[in-house]
């Protein structure tokens, strides 16, 4: 069947005026846990292509996995779109009256594959990745999973999906190993007449950690061994893939973009590191959703002296809709109506790489958080008092992290000069504090959740979740289908 997909996109277009399109997305990858930051990390190849590239130094995310996916995948803020992290049993993720990213590219005459962790929705048949506007898909539906059994205990199910449907026969292999594959294989049998869109979504750096043993440095510290390992499997991953496009002589025209989902998870013994930023996973501070992030490739796109430069544009992670819009000379917005909000994402290609003025100047991190620019000074506005509050040292996991100050009643900082979010200035500057929570208040305003409405179109044909697995073989999928 992929054979069809892959003809069947080639025949688009007969030309490629458009870049390729690679966009890796890491899974709870810290800040400090590669070589983009952190010279002494296990990632060359990461560090050699974020040093051919631009580094992004301010790109925002969410604080946890499925509302950033959600986001890339809509081109909305995840205020405007999906804040939750449901399973595929409940109703979440991008919502079917939304054009995608893929849908984008696609009309723009690429081929547009999926390839890894989903958690966009699966709730719904027409939620999948080949209903959203990808050619083909390989990878699992909700947000974690046994890398090797690919069970996923928040359902007491196997969640692995081929296209259509439930993969069978892939129990027992290591699930980044299975997506690797996948997108050689995706790179090899490309007509390079037309642009591909690859959206390779790694499991790895998600728990459980697991990895090959091949892997494993038996001189790093026992603590860190499987963790560290995964690291570099994700970075041998990236190597695999960026030399297939240049064995087909693809990647003088690919456009890479890497980033994580969020911030290293450090709480309750998870050894992500986000020095020197404040917290983590799960956190509105930096460490949580200010995500490793940068833009590389062979494209000339990418001017020469722009390369290994670092870039302090606001960039959110929904604002690449519009930049790959743009790229392919489509419309770069989405308006469906229906009371359904409207795309987010601005074009910011120009900020990164021709020193224009970043068309963003305000990142709604949630319906509690914003960074926002006021009177020309960077201001955030954040409140949070979780256990992922802290400061992580160089040597986390290995030295405990130190606890940071409550902001259970909102701290506000001035993010340009205090990137650690040590000073509270909320007392200190009361009018700034008032018109960063005027904005907050705004935006919360606004907050619209996939599912809340109760719209699933066609797909109104829906089944138990047991009887689902009952008749997969205990295979994960969606519940609700079109009648026949």
Request: net charge negative; charged share 15%.
């Amino acid at each position: 069947m992929l054979a069809q997909v892959f003809a069947a996109a080639a025949a688009v277009t007969a030309a490629a005026p458009a870049p390729h399109v690679v966009f890796f997305l890491a899974d709870d990858f810290g800040h400090y846990d590669s070589t983009v930051w952190n010279p002494d990390a296990p990632t060359p190849t990461l560090g050699k292509l974020a040093a051919e590239g631009i580094k992004l130094d301010r790109h925002y995310v969410y604080q946890f996995c499925s509302p950033t996916r959600s986001s890339f995948v809509s081109g909305r803020l995840p205020i405007h779109v999906n804040t939750e992290n449901h399973p595929s049993s409940e109703a979440g993720g991008v919502d079917l009256r939304m054009q995608t990213v893929a849908d984008k590219l696609k009309s723009a005459g690429y081929a547009t594959h999926q390839v890894g962790k989903w958690h966009a929705g699966a709730y719904l048949a027409g939620q999948v990745p080949t209903a959203r506007g990808f050619d083909s898909s390989l990878g699992y539906l909700n947000g974690n999973e046994d890398h090797y059994t690919h069970y996923f205990s928040g359902v007491k199910g196997t969640d692995m999906w081929n296209n259509t449907a439930p993969a069978y026969g892939t129990t027992g292999q290591y699930g980044d190993d299975l997506y690797v594959a996948r997108s050689l294989r995706i790179i090899a049998e490309h007509d390079t007449a037309a642009p591909l869109f690859l959206y390779h979504a790694f499991q790895n750096t998600h728990t459980p950690y697991q990895v090959p043993e091949e892997y494993v440095d038996p001189s790093d510290p026992e603590k860190v061994q499987a963790f560290y390992g995964m690291i570099r499997h994700l970075d041998t991953a990236v190597l695999n893939i960026t030399n297939a496009l240049k064995a087909r002589d693809m990647w003088r025209d690919t456009i890479v973009v890497f980033s994580a989902d969020n911030g290293g998870e450090c709480a309750g013994g998870a050894p992500g590191n986000n020095y020197p930023l404040r917290g983590c996973k799960y956190s509105d501070f930096e460490g949580g959703v200010r995500a490793t992030a940068f833009v590389s490739g062979g494209s000339a796109l990418i001017p020469a002296g722009k390369r290994g430069t670092t870039s302090t544009a606001l960039v959110h992670i929904c604002d690449w809709y519009a930049t790959f819009a743009a790229m392919a000379g489509v419309d770069t917005a989405d308006a469906p109506g229906h009371g359904v909000p409207a795309s987010d994402g601005v074009d910011v290609w120009a900020a990164l790489t021709a020193d224009a003025p970043p068309p963003r100047t305000e990142v709604p991190l949630s319906a509690k958080s914003v960074i926002s620019s006021v009177n020309g000074t960077v201001y955030k506005y954040v409140t949070d008092s979780k256990s992922a509050n802290v400061w992580t040292p160089k040597d986390f996991p290995l030295s405990p992290a130190v606890p940071a100050p409550s902001c259970a009643k909102g701290c506000v900082f001035a993010i340009d000069t205090d990137v650690r979010e040590e000073h509270d200035l909320a007392a200190q500057l009361p009018d700034v504090t008032a018109a960063l929570q005027k904005r907050v208040a705004e935006n919360a305003a606004t907050k619209w959740q996939t599912g809340a409405d109760g719209y699933v179109g066609a797909y109104t044909h829906c089944t138990s979740l047991d009887s689902y697995m009952a008749s997969h073989k205990g295979f994960i999928g969606p519940l609700c289908s079109m009648k026949h």
